[in-house]
């Protein structure tokens, strides 16, 4: 216990600089954009006096670092500034969000464990073997596809000509269950696919090593059936580096999936994003970069700490 | 122990090509990205139509022996906007790799040669920049820039900024440690001389292999970005701008979202196996 808390102090103690580093990155993006902030949030109708207003209103008129002071210590207190377009609290937004994106999100990782964790298997316990190249192959496939198009072809595949599933929109579960576990199959399967991708080539890389090791080669001469060799002792120092893997990749996807989002019109953090980004709605675009990052983090975090937990050489 | 030096790039150029001539998928790889950069410098040769002549008499028009990938919303042939969009999918495959290594070879050299409180510095840096995912950090960036396709390019270059410093870093850890840097050390050898001649050739392949990967990711990002309408502006042809309009007529003209999106495919999925042959060619742990 005191090891593992020795751990997760120093984990920590690199997370607090880190994030105090990218709260000054995701605060200057606004000064990337050209010329005067105030004249690009006002847009080019506005008059000067109502661009002096914005400047005033969003203390943009202060020196840069008691700019940055302020929207720090309000980010910290949960305010992420005003979203323009919607007139709300940027933090509520995100909040509303993140329930759906969460949902695709699981989904996807369901599907994208269903699929990698078993071929990957198969894969290294018949290596050379066709279903070796045959699953490496849809790993690569599934890294190399562009999500985006592979959304649209799945949309005119099973939603124009077979009517499957439906094209786009987001039907929330208490409202129709059925139809809200529809919406998401083929956003999910879109999103699946390519951390299954990820995951076939970890775990049959991770059981390749696993199978080559001693204590995998003492138990093939006890006389154990290859399944139970494969399964109960290759695979289970094998899904090590697999689960943390899977955590990041979970906190990937909670920064929303930007193009599958918009493409199944689902109003996510991805759709968010486009939207903010489209209709030039600056303080939504910081304030997910920001959560998007700290969940990523998190993640990272939770990983860590699965990777100490599941490793007995740590824990010991 | 200067022509040892400069004996070994040639010995170990030779042995690469070796191990890569042993490997016929990263042959084959090769040999498809080559054709996609002969299609980008041919591109007005090849093309059978003007990719940007709009012709209102043919709009939305299956594949045909005319069209042989049918035509689009305003009647362009769909085939010659794919053929000239290669030219900037291979640039955005190139313009940020470039931007990415120009950029972290000096820093990742300067982390992993110093040491110390500027490594740290460094790293807290880059671990921030990697706590945002790539592709919201190319979006971001490329809001706030303008969209355009330099932004976009540059975008994707600085999003994919710290990989490669973390990378250049490690391998800048690794050769430091190593005898021939040592030996320039004691015999005087300035810290630049020794970044510069000794190192930086040292630290190349893992940056390759690298490279050939975010390539195949710059395409796709870049894609991403004109399918949102942040990178290639209408009417230039981009096969993301060109998949952005195909999405708009996907019941009426599935033909028009076909194409774009298999050659980007293919094209990524060759430079991912191309990536993999050099990491196997250069004996490159994967990272």
């Given amino acids: 216990m005191t090891r593992f808390l020795l751990f997760l102090g120093q984990r920590l103690a690199l997370v607090v600089p880190t994030l105090l580093i ?15 902030p105030a004249l690009a949030m006002a847009g080019e109708e506005m008059d000067p006096q109502a661009v002096d207003e914005l400047r005033r209103k969003y203390g943009l008129d202060l020196p840069i670092p008691l700019q940055y002071w302020r929207w720090l210590t309000a980010a910290l207190s949960g305010d992420l500034g005003m979203s323009l377009r919607n007139d709300v609290p940027v933090a509520e937004l995100l909040m509303g969000k993140l329930g759906i994106t969460l949902q695709l999100a699981v989904a996807s990782m369901v599907i994208a464990v269903a699929i990698g964790v078993p071929l990957g298997v198969l894969a290294a316990a018949r290596r050379g073997s066709w279903a070796d190249r045959i699953g490496s192959f849809f790993a690569l496939s599934g890294i190399s596809v562009p999500h985006f198009w592979l959304g649209i072809m799945l949309v005119l595949a099973f939603s124009v000509h077979l009517n499957w599933f439906p094209a786009s929109g987001y039907v929330p579960f208490r409202e129709d269950p059925w139809r809200s576990i529809m919406g998401f199959v083929l956003p999910s399967i879109v999103l699946g696919t390519g951390i299954a991708g990820v995951l076939m080539r970890h775990t049959r890389s991770a059981m390749l090593q696993s199978l080559g090791a001693d204590y995998v080669r003492t138990a093939r001469a006890k006389g154990l059936r290859e399944k139970r060799v494969v399964l109960r002792h290759a695979l289970r120092n094998a899904l090590m580096p697999v689960v943390t893997l899977g955590a990041i990749e979970f906190g990937q996807l909670l920064s929303g999936a930007v193009l599958t989002e918009q493409i199944f019109s689902i109003p996510g953090f991805g759709k968010l994003l486009v939207d903010g980004v489209l209709y030039r709605d600056y ?23 699965l990777y100490f937990l599941l490793n007995p050489r740590l824990r010991a | 122990m200067s022509a040892t030096i400069a004996m070994a790039p040639d010995t170990r150029l030779r042995r690469v090509l070796r191990q890569l001539a042993r490997q016929p998928g990263t042959l084959l790889a090769a040999a498809v990205v080559l054709a996609f950069v002969l299609v980008a410098v041919f591109a007005p040769l090849i093309a059978p139509f003007d990719p940007l002549r709009s012709n209102f008499l043919a709009v939305r028009r299956p594949p045909s022996d005319l069209h042989w990938l049918g035509t689009d919303e305003v009647g362009r042939d769909v085939l010659s906007r794919v053929i000239h969009g290669t030219r900037i ?18 820093i990742g050299l300067i982390a992993g040669y110093r040491g110390g409180w500027v490594d740290a510095v460094l790293m807290r840096i880059t671990d921030a920049m990697l ?78 292999v690298q490279a050939s990967i975010m390539a195949a990711t710059a395409i796709i990002a870049e894609a991403s970005l004109s399918f949102l309408g942040l990178g290639q502006q209408p009417p230039a042809p981009s096969w993301g701008s060109m998949l952005n309009a195909a999405q708009r007529h996907m019941v009426a003209a599935p033909w028009m979202a076909i194409a774009p999106g298999l050659v980007i495919f293919v094209l990524v999925i060759a430079l991912n196996v191309l990536g993999d042959g050099l990491r196997d060619a250069l004996d490159v742990k994967r990272h």
Wanted: proline share 7%.
């Fill in chain 2, 131 to 208: 706590a945002i995912p790539f592709l919201i950090v190319a979006i971001a960036l490329a809001a706030f820039l303008g969209p355009d396709m330099i932004n976009a390019m540059l975008a994707i270059g600085l999003a994919s900024l710290p990989v490669f410093i973390r990378l250049a870093r490690g391998a800048a850890l690794a050769v430091r440690a190593e005898d021939y840097v040592e030996a320039a050390r004691a015999v005087g050898a300035s810290p630049m001389r020794i970044a510069l001649r000794h190192m930086l050739p040292n630290m190349a392949p893992p940056l390759l």
């Fill in chain 1, 22 to 36: 990218l709260s000054v990155l995701v605060f200057g993006l606004q000064h990337l954009l050209p010329g005067d």
């Fill in chain 2, 89 to 106: 999918s291979l640039m955005a495959g190139v313009i940020p790799v470039l931007v990415a290594v120009g950029l972290s070879v000096p």
């Fill in chain 1, 283 to 305: 303080a939504v675009v910081q304030g997910l970069v920001l959560v998007s990052a700290v969940l990523f983090i998190a993640t990272s975090l939770v990983a860590d700490m």
